[in-house]
């Protein structure tokens, strides 16, 4: 790959090889090196794994076998114990780590924390306690919603030195979209804070609790532990189900050893968007989940010891689990959690907390890149980046222009980029370059992390030829993979096994995402081809949006869609069908924008919503959503449309547009 190939130069795409002097210090640092672990890893994947799982991590007891797999159902290092508060926190005490800045926390009105590996410890162990003290056990059910405060790392820690699963639902989701997941998962305590700083405005997070448990909504919750961060007026039921944080602190001790927990004992659970109207329950659990988040984050962000390294996560998406929380600190690296985001009242704050804490490793969006890209130049220039050596990127495909900016404005032509394409379900990073020794081209997260063979097939399941567009699917189980959807194993065989068949009985994990593969072997992500869209790096499914919109009165039937957006990637566009009495107005477009709001988040908010007669189906009754995408995006519409049922719909909904 060092020498540019003919497409290359045709399409006069740019390569760009990992600096001598980066790759002189990285922990992957020649294509010998790389190539070594690719062929290891080929030859015998168990033990490929197995070997890294002793080397890296601490095991109370060691396994008795590396892989149990049952397609679709895997176990990972079965019958091992483990406990990852220990091999995040622990384990780093007896060395000169101990004094070391674990997390680094700045948060929106400009204060700050730093804890020490040894600070964070005792704070996890005292939160374990508060946990105990409220009865929860192993095997629970914790919910975290939270803002982006220091004991939302601290409380996942916490749930799993007691062997608690967390499920983290992100803050701006809604009460309604709090209590769907609160019941699926059955919590039994609520971890929360009275409210959030987010963009110059609180976030009410105990309410919004208080809303989704009213009248005994969710049967199984029997506390709410909650964390004071804004100081608000909340409404606390005090004496009995709601704890202030900063109270049971007082009573509880320090000590709180880790349990040995069952490599495959339940981490957390994850709600994330998939086909249909109800949120996916994604299972992760011990042992090969903290193997995949440190290895990752070890060799992709090529950490150093002297790193301050920031990925700009929420806690409440994976992103934030593994590379805000898990995989650094079970490094021993410096993590660095920020509570804000660029807003009005400090466009530049991103490069403002770059420069006051030297960040070397810089991990965030393209959509975010995007969003800098339009607010200019001048901001970043008016900091010192220098400190920076390494820059990422997750969540959607990145466009060569953001990429270039990225690479020019922030990085200063010296940081290589990892575009890095993975999923909730994956666990980690699972197609990426490694920085000090892949030649990026932009636009590609290039090649498979060593250990995870990925292919892009047809729906046959066979591999498709170089450049030819395909399905992308994982063709060997590794660690990180979810196990299961929570409560719905059949979910989990419908939704990833089954849309390609076996291939030589070899059962395919199939990601939902379109990819191309190029001559040399780069991947080249093309987005969802199922029914989710992405939303700022966000996950959506369209029959939640289309649920959410159906339960407004007003509302007979609806479709939603996305449409490329310059900044997010994609904006919600929903086609909306109205009940016999209900008239089109502005006043009522704006309600259901707001009811989608009400019952999802924010996020899912409608960037347009267009009243029409009736939906394009077919004959059979399905919504043509590929000719609805085409009319949201203002293109014409070419192609097929002899399926349709009724033809003048679609010059009904060509003129309302
Ligand atoms: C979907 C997963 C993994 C954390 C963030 C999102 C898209 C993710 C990339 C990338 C192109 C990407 C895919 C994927 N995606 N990273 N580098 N290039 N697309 O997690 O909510 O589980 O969404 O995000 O479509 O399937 P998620």
């Known amino acids: 790959m060092s020498q540019p190939t003919i497409e290359s130069i045709l399409h006069e795409q740019r390569l760009f090889a990992p600096a001598a002097s980066f790759a002189q210090t990285a922990q992957i640092g020649s294509p010998e090196a790389y190539q070594q672990l690719c062929d290891r890893a080929q030859a015998n994947p168990q033990q490929f794994w197995a070997d890294l799982a002793e080397q890296e991590l601490e095991w109370f007891a060691p396994w008795q076998q590396v892989l149990d797999w049952q397609p679709p159902f895997a176990k990972w290092f079965v019958g091992g114990k483990l406990n990852i508060s220990y091999n995040c926190l622990d384990r780093h005490l007896t060395t000169w780590r101990r004094n070391k800045a674990a997390l680094i926390w700045e948060g929106e009105p400009g204060d700050s924390r730093t804890l020490t590996y040894a600070q964070l410890h005792r ?22 919603y939270m803002p982006m405060i220091p004991e939302a790392a601290i409380a996942m820690l916490a749930c799993a030195r007691i062997g ?17 997941r609160l019941l699926d998962a059955q919590v039994k305590v609520v971890v929360t804070a009275d409210g959030g700083w987010r963009k110059d405005a609180i976030v009410p997070l105990k309410a919004q609790v208080d809303q989704a448990l009213e009248q005994g909504g969710v049967p199984s919750v029997e506390n709410v ?29 320090a000590d709180c050893p880790a349990e040995p927990m069952d490599s495959e004992d339940m981490l957390f659970i994850l709600y994330t968007s998939g086909t249909t109207g109800k949120p996916k329950g994604v299972v992760h659990t011990t042992g090969g989940y903290n193997l995949y988040s440190h290895i990752t984050t070890k060799w992709i962000f090529d950490l150093q010891d002297t790193d301050i390294y920031w990925c700009t996560a929420d806690v409440g998406w994976i992103t934030g689990h593994s590379y805000i929380v898990y995989g650094p600190l079970s490094n021993g690296a410096t993590t660095l959690m920020y509570e804000g985001a660029p807003r009005p009242s400090n466009p530049g704050c991103t490069w403002e907390i770059i420069e006051k804490y030297g960040v070397n490793i810089f991990y965030t969006a393209p959509t975010a890149i995007r969003a800098f890209l339009k607010m200019g130049e001048d901001l970043p220039k008016a900091r010192d980046l220098s400190s920076l050596r390494l820059l990422g990127t997750v969540g959607e495909p990145i466009n060569p222009e953001a ?54 097939v047809d729906l046959d399941g066979n591999s498709v030829p170089d450049n030819d567009g395909g399905y992308l699917v994982v063709k060997h189980p590794w660690p990180g993979m979810m196990r299961t959807v929570y409560g719905d194993p059949e979910r989990f065989r419908k939704s990833y096994w089954e849309h390609i068949p076996p291939q030589d009985g070899q059962y395919v994990y199939f990601a939902g995402d379109g990819a191309r ?74 309600e259901l924008k707001q009811h989608v ?57 060509r003129s309302e547009g």
Request: aromatic fraction near 6%; charge should be negative; glycine fraction near 10%.
């Open 517 to 590: 593969r190029d001559e040399d072997g780069y991947f080249w992500i093309m987005g969802r081809v199922d029914d989710v869209i992405n939303v700022a790096g966000h996950r959506l499914g369209t029959m939640e949006i289309e649920s959410a919109l159906v339960s407004h009165p007003a509302v007979a039937e609806a479709a939603v869609v996305g449409r490329p957006d310059e900044v997010k990637g994609e904006e919600v566009v929903a086609f909306v069908t109205l009940e016999g009495s209900h008239a089109s107005s502005e006043d009522l477009r704006a």
């Open 123 to 144: 704070e996890v162990c005292q939160f374990a306690n508060a946990l105990k003290h409220l009865g929860v056990q192993k095997g629970d059910r914790v919910a975290i």
């Open 225 to 253: 532990l909650v964390v004071q961060r804004t100081g608000q007026q909340v409404a606390m039921q005090l004496g009995g189900r709601d704890h202030w944080w900063h109270e049971l602190q007082r009573l509880v001790s």
């Open 403 to 456: 990429w270039m900016w990225y690479h020019r404005v922030i990085g200063g032509e010296r940081c290589p980029i990892v575009d890095t394409w993975w999923q909730t379900e994956t666990g980690g990073i699972m197609i990426t370059p490694l920085p000090g020794v892949t030649t990026t081209k932009p636009g590609s997260a290039t090649r498979p992390f060593p250990g995870i063979f990925a292919d892009v």
């Open 597 to 653: 709001v009400t019952e999802i988040g924010t996020i899912a908010r409608p960037g347009e919503i267009r009243f029409a007669d009736s939906l394009p189906k077919t004959r059979s009754g399905k919504i043509m959503r590929r000719l609805l995408r085409t009319l949201a995006s203002g293109e014409t519409i070419s192609g097929d449309t002899s399926t349709l049922e009724d033809r003048s719909v679609l010059d009904k909904l």
């Open 164 to 180: 608690a699963a967390h499920t983290v639902i992100f803050g701006g989701f809604s009460a309604e979209a709090v209590k769907d």
